[in-house]
Nanobody, 120 residues
Framework: QVQLVESGGGLVEPGGSLRLSCAAS????????MGWYRQAPGKERELVAV???????TYADSVKGRFTISRDNAKNTVYLQMNSLKPEDTAVYYC??????????????WGQGTQVTVSS
């Protein structure tokens, strides 16, 4: 089983920046994809950005040019640098991993979520 611990959320003014982190632990053989999703009140959860073990990145159109996803494979950690934040970025941000455990089983896991609020 994979445990994901997120950090870095908070309240920021429009135009500001935040950096989210998500550290994975457990009986992990490898993590294929790490990513961030978000869910605003009354809306469905949506993809923000994902990154493969080889470094291939995919972003939602709404965050391209403002957010940057990165990962440290040695630390099983994924980051989301968020710049030029807008009020519409306000949401709970969730970390997700797709991994293979030491038991050779595939697993998709979610963090507990971290609140990001963009407001003046």
């Amino acid at each position: 089983q994979v445990q994901l611990v997120e950090s870095g959320g908070g309240l920021v003014e429009p135009g500001g920046s935040l950096r989210l982190s998500c550290a994975a632990s457990g009986s992990i053989l490898r993590i294929n994809v790490m990513g961030w999703y978000r869910q605003a009140p009354g809306k469905e959860r949506e993809l923000v950005a994902v990154i493969t073990s080889g470094g291939l990145k995919t972003y939602a159109d709404s965050v391209k040019g403002r957010f940057t996803i990165s990962r440290d494979n040695a630390k099983n950690t994924v980051y989301l640098q968020m710049n030029s934040l807008k009020p519409e970025d306000t949401a709970v941000y969730y970390c997700n991993t797709n991994s293979v455990g030491s038991n050779r089983r595939a697993s998709s896991d979610w963090g507990q979520g971290t609140q990001v609020t963009v407001s003046s």
